[in-house]
């Protein structure tokens, strides 16, 4: 039997931090990753190999791979943008390493300058250089479809296009697709469509995770919609920092400890428990004592009579 | 065809205006009622019939009642917590009148100094009041079972009972069940299993609403699970105002914007308006300048390219 029924990803430490201006030090982020895989973490994204000039909060990301190394059985995950960032990024042998590809391709060229056909060719070319790896030193390479729910630019996306792009980064070698509210826009029932048509043409297997934003507050509800659908992995971030600088008032990423106690309330056992959660909580929020915390169970407790999953 | 698909039932101005020290002046309550009716808002718990005394805040609750009359269509809903406060509230003739029962015994005495006995003998007597008038002046009479998914005196609450008090409220005499989550302490699963036990028992059409806290941010995920199970008829406040005090930093009931937003972008109708309904959330924001005011939607906006369902 699994350790849980649904793995928590936090992604806090890439997504979030990148969304803020303030630095967190090496030495923090440590003590925030070690308190999380105290608490039941089973996955991290660590950081994001992107250069130091362009996310300087991140900078630190190789020092944070190797230090994660320490906990067997983490899943120590990262997010590059391309060839050069994935190559820097195996250097340090991380567990999962992602590169996101935006459906909208008005997004993609004003992000990353970048045509679908330029990413298709970097992703073909990061899985070479993957395969040229020794089999022990490669990751699993994931393909992160980004706007796939909406974009702000293009506004509503095509899900024939999200399928087709699925399609696309399977072919050019990678080994799962991810898909990614990125602007907070999906809805349950978007949700349960997409997910389903990506299997359709992909397989099951190889689409079990979702990255969902609060931007909208539908955070838990598109989690619970993607869960009764199947999938397994679902990215959060603690305190829902991050996600969506643009939209003021909004939290970014769903919240872990909300996530958490939905998912073990509901039977669903994710092998986190809430105290030392909670006691990393504490680790945030006086690392980023200016950055607004989001979520409800921290503040409410849990409730009298809680039992886990 | 019906108007909507999912029936919102707007409930800031009863259970958000009386968990707030400060008093909403009539005017200022009315011309919030007037928008939301503007908004497309189905149903309004305009207030509650309990001594001044108590609830100074509610006070005005007859004159509200005789106001929003001049809506046709509109389902005005009062709540009542005995026999005495019914008849008060009868006298202005409202469309829906609430009697809640809380589950946990231990809750009824401390909150209405009554124990399940005596709460049933009072809802018989209400029942009887009722029949003695004229069949126009007769209001759809629900019976409202409170910490329905958890107390927080009692702890957890055993289902068996939620269904035994339903059976017996029906048998009292009322014309529907409802359920409501007091505490903020309910998840999707217990939601939807709740849900069909009550219906096994007191059948579909006599439990066709819920009434959900977001004190744990489970609000959105237990509205979209009561959904999926058949429930039509949702309440929420503006604003997420009201719902529990005792947990700090914890938004009260749902937030109408966000919860309307989730439904329409999911293809169910519910007849809102989205930028009158931000309109009456400014009116509302204006009269109580010193509470915070919660959801996301208005701030994120709609996404771009959205359509009504």
Redesign the interface.
């Known amino acids: 039997m699994a350790k849980f029924d649904i793995e928590i990803s936090e992604v806090g430490p890439r997504d979030g931090l990148q969304s803020i201006s303030a630095i967190m030090s090496t030495a923090d982020k440590m003590a925030w990753i070690d308190a999380l895989v105290a608490a039941g973490i089973p996955e991290i994204e660590v950081g994001s190999f992107v250069p130091a000039t362009v996310l300087p909060q991140l900078a630190d990301t190789h020092q944070l791979v190797e230090h994660a190394k320490q906990y067997k059985g983490l899943s120590i995950a990262v997010l590059v943008p391309n060839l050069r960032g994935a190559q820097n990024a195996l250097k340090t042998s991380p567990t999962k390493m992602s590169i996101p590809l935006s459906v909208s391709e008005t997004h993609s060229l004003r992000n990353v300058k970048r045509t679908h056909k330029q990413m298709l060719e970097e992703v073909a070319n990061i899985a070479q250089f993957i395969k040229s790896l020794p089999v022990e030193n490669r990751p699993k390479f994931e393909g992160g479809l980004a706007t796939a729910f909406?974009?702000?630019?293009?506004?509503?996306v095509s899900e024939d296009k999200v399928v087709s792009l699925a399609v696309a980064l399977m072919e050019a070698g990678c080994d799962e697709i991810g898909l990614s509210d990125t602007?907070?826009?999906g809805?349950?029932?978007?949700v349960q469509r997409l997910i389903k048509k990506v299997w359709a043409e992909v397989g099951k297997k190889n689409l079990s995770g979702i990255h969902l934003h609060?931007?909208?507050?539908?955070g838990?509800?598109n989690?619970?919609?993607a869960i009764?659908t199947g999938i397994t992995t679902v990215d959060s971030s603690m305190g829902g920092i991050g996600g969506?600088p643009a939209?003021?008032?909004?939290?970014g990423n769903i919240?872990t400890e909300?996530l958490v106690?939905?998912l073990e309330?509901?039977?669903l056992r994710t092998g986190i428990n809430f105290d030392k959660l909670f006691e990393a909580r504490e680790i945030l929020a006086k690392a980023l004592p200016n950055e607004p915390l989001y979520?409800?169970?921290p503040?409410?407790?849990l409730?009298?009579?809680f039992k886990y999953a």
């Open positions: 909406g974009c702000t630019i293009e506004g509503s602007t907070g826009s809805n349950p029932a978007q609060n931007t909208r507050g539908q838990l509800a989690a619970l919609a009764e969506c939209a003021p008032g909004a939290s919240v909300d106690f939905m309330a509901m039977g979520g409800f169970t503040n409410a407790g409730p009298k009579g």
